[in-house]
């Protein structure tokens, strides 16, 4: 191990959670839990800190071994959920046309927070934004109305900034935070893109102040490294852009789950479950990336791009509900909310003479929720108990219990159903998973996941109540995380730079791609990334003619030296196992010192024979499969007319146009996305980016799809 560590520490409601991890190896080396701070003087800043300082001594290091430290807190969506925002004073420009659209923009102060409560709104309008003293004027105005962030947004704002840009500059005197609706979103839709705008200014008064706290008592504590905060698309920002775009940090509770799962459990295709006491929360990871989209905020779709969760009132300590003699439901209530031990949790004695009774747990819940009256007192059976009773939980598990009490908890609701103990488990769990299996199907055919690669993993506390059964009903491959009680921090540790640029350009040019690409590149590189190791992914969405780049990278290059590497046995092992044939059904049809690609045919009466693809990494993990591929290996000096040649032949034709093949290639330690990319000339332009810089022997592996 070496003396150096990554810091992740995830504020949640009740507790903060930090972990540290080996900056080399990547391993857990230490974890604390401390209540969170809501109260306190420094607001959560002292929990963060307190967190840290327990954290360094149990793992004996200091504030200089720390490398990388990022948090993560759901203040923004607090912030949001509670109404607790500050007044947004809105400056609007225009004329003629103009000035009618952005007058409209006044009824945002309509957007309900809360019952009861719209968000704090003042409006005032400048025809002319290089008229400073009527900007001026309107500053005032707001500012009589109480506000205390300026926003000034402008119809084709995004084309031409310099209007919005000038009402900063003389508003600039006020003193207050401010921000132009063309720094927060780059996208077309004046009212969405305003409205993105305003919500991201009615937290950053709040969110600058616990910024400010949390940086100087890091600063305070001796740590040097950089402060970074969680993001709701996966990935990590600098402080410096978190005080810009605060609204980036809204939803990212779920995010550093996923992130947790992508970087520690190296998913390339999957489900990720995140199991709590009350509820789960469903993201999906297709082709190593986590699945975003435009969020919706405040009852509203925004230009905010988060992680696609979806949430089931299941967890581990939702309770059962009986009715007609037969388990007819699990949740959404749990034992935490009806003040209930988990029976599961008692001992033999405390459940002697156990009886069960149905109740309501909260004033106007149906009383169909199954407690123990025992001798202990009363008990919740919770979907933990059954899980329990049924070995599902691993040893050394954080919900883990001893079988025989489980089994104990479970007989009377047997008796009741007239089956075996391990019958009523079943049911318990069936009804409760059977609520979570609806979303993952449906999150499945959403992002066409290939069910062959495709695996279920569970984080969380509760991941044990949830992931192997429902693994065991849907023939999936499912496995609970490592570490599963702290995947959230782990995620924040180990998260990536990332920053997203989407630009709106129609009919756009190789040069403008390439554009947009070294924007979202240098971005990262700005916040600290290393420059050697950023990656991007473009995408050209012809039909909305955006323009979208992704790119990611680690705050340095990390160099994992890890004590075991996969064989070339264990490889083809990992391959065969996820194409579901026979070993000897399999070849190596390329490799990197990074990736090992193998193949097999699947010959179909009457159709073409599929040459399904995987990609293995030197740890073993399956990190890129394709149905139907071609493999090609070149190199770096070769690749220019060996890949023009494979789109060429590979290009589709039809009522659409155009279409280029899906490329990914296979460079150093790097998988390079290019799929998004449908215009033959544009995807050859962003593979010469790709291999830009890199020696001409270097061995290159392209895996190409055609597409239907």
């Known amino acids: 191990m070496s003396t150096r560590i990554r810091v992740g520490i995830d504020v949640g409601g009740t507790f903060t959670d930090a972990v540290a991890v080996d900056a080399a190896t990547l391993d857990l080396v230490g974890q604390v839990k401390v209540p969170t701070s809501h109260h306190h003087e420094d607001g959560v800043a002292h929990g963060i800190v307190q967190a840290l300082d327990r954290l360094l001594a149990q793992v004996d290091r200091t504030p200089a071994d720390v490398t990388f430290l990022a948090h993560g807190t759901t203040q923004a969506t607090n912030a949001l959920l509670e109404g607790d925002v500050a007044t947004v004073g809105l400056i609007g420009v225009g004329t003629g046309a103009g000035a009618v659209l952005t ?64 009402v900063l500059d003389a508003a600039r005197s006020s003193g207050l935070p401010m921000a132009a609706a063309h720094e927060i979103t780059s996208l077309y839709g004046l009212h969405k893109r305003t409205r993105t705008a305003v919500v991201n200014a009615a937290i950053l008064p709040r969110m600058l102040a616990t910024a ?14 950089p402060l970074m905060v969680m993001r709701c698309d996966g990935g990590v920002m600098s402080l410096a852009e978190m005080r810009r775009r605060p609204l980036l940090t809204v939803l990212s509770g779920p995010a550093a789950g996923v992130a947790g799962a992508l970087m520690q459990e190296r998913i390339s295709e999957g489900v990720f479950l995140e199991t709590g006491g009350t509820s789960t929360d469903i993201s999906v990871v297709r082709r190593g990336k986590v699945a975003v989209r435009h969020a919706t905020i405040l009852g509203k779709t925004s230009y905010l791009n988060a992680l696609d969760v979806r949430t089931v009132g299941v967890g581990g300590g939702s309770m059962v509900r009986l009715g007609q003699g037969k388990v007819t439901g699990v949740g959404p209530r ?6 209930l031990p988990y029976a599961c949790f008692a001992t033999l004695d405390e459940l002697r003479d156990a009886k069960v009774d149905t109740v309501a747990p909260m004033e106007g819940d149906p009383d169909d929720h199954v407690v123990l009256d025992a001798a202990g007192g009363r008990f919740a059976l919770t979907m933990t108990c059954a899980a329990n009773a049924l070995g599902l939980v691993p040893e050394g598990d954080f919900a ?59 984080g969380g506390g509760g991941a044990a109540s949830v992931t192997p059964h429902l693994a065991a009903t849907t023939d999936m491959d499912g496995r609970i995380a490592r570490h599963n009680e702290v995947i959230s921090p782990i995620g924040v540790a180990l998260a990536l ?13 190789q040069e403008q791609i390439l554009a947009v690409r070294a924007e979202a590149e240098r971005a990262v590189v700005a916040q600290g990334a290393a420059a050697d190791g950023v990656e991007v992914e473009v995408t050209v969405d012809p039909q909305t003619s955006t323009v979208r780049a992704v790119a990611t990278g680690a705050t340095e290059l990390r160099t994992q030296d890890r004590a075991h590497r996969a064989d070339d046995t264990e490889r083809l092992n990992a391959a065969a196992t996820s194409l579901k044939t026979q070993q000897a059904q ?13 193949g097999t045919e699947v010959r179909r009466r009457l159709r073409a024979t599929r040459r399904p693809v995987r990609v293995v990494d030197a740890d073993g993990v399956v990190r890129l499969g394709a149905p139907d591929a071609r493999v090609e290996k070149t190199t770096v000096g070769a690749a220019g007319e060996a890949l023009a040649a494979l789109v060429r032949d590979a290009t589709s034709y039809g009522d659409g146009g155009m279409r280029a093949p899906a490329v990914r290639l296979l460079i150093g330690g790097r998988i390079a996305d290019l799929s998004g990319v449908l215009e033959p000339e544009a995807l050859l332009a962003l593979a010469r980016s790709e291999l830009r810089a890199r020696a001409a022997d270097e061995p290159v592996v392209a895996v190409v799809e055609s597409r239907a």
């Open 103 to 166: 007058r409209r923009l006044a009824a945002l102060g309509k957007l309900d927070l809360t019952p009861g409560k719209k968000l704090p709104l003042a409006y005032a309008h400048v025809p002319d934004p290089f008229d400073a003293d009527a900007v001026r004027a309107a500053v005032t105005r707001v500012l009589e109305e109480g506000a205390e962030v300026v926003v000034a947004t402008e119809p084709f704002g995004v084309d031409r900034p310099d209007g919005e840009a000038a």
């Open 334 to 339: 749990s034992a935490h909310i009806a003040g």
């Open 586 to 598: 399999v070849d190596v049809l390329a490799g990197t010192d990074a990736y090992t690609v193998y």
């Open 400 to 458: 883990r219990c001893d079988q025989e009490v489980a089994r104990a908890a479970l007989a009377p609701l047997a008796a009741r159903l007239g089956t075996d103990v391990a019958g009523a488990a079943r049911a318990v769990l069936d009804a409760g998973t059977a609520q979570v299996r609806t979303v993952v199907d449906a999150m499945v055919k959403d992002y066409r996941l290939d069910r062959d690669t495709a695996v279920l993993v569970g």
């Open 212 to 225: 400010e706290l949390v940086d100087s008592s890091i600063t305070k504590a001796g740590v040097s490294a």
């Open 497 to 509: 730079v990332r920053e997203q640029v989407e630009r709106i350009v129609p009919g756009a040019t």
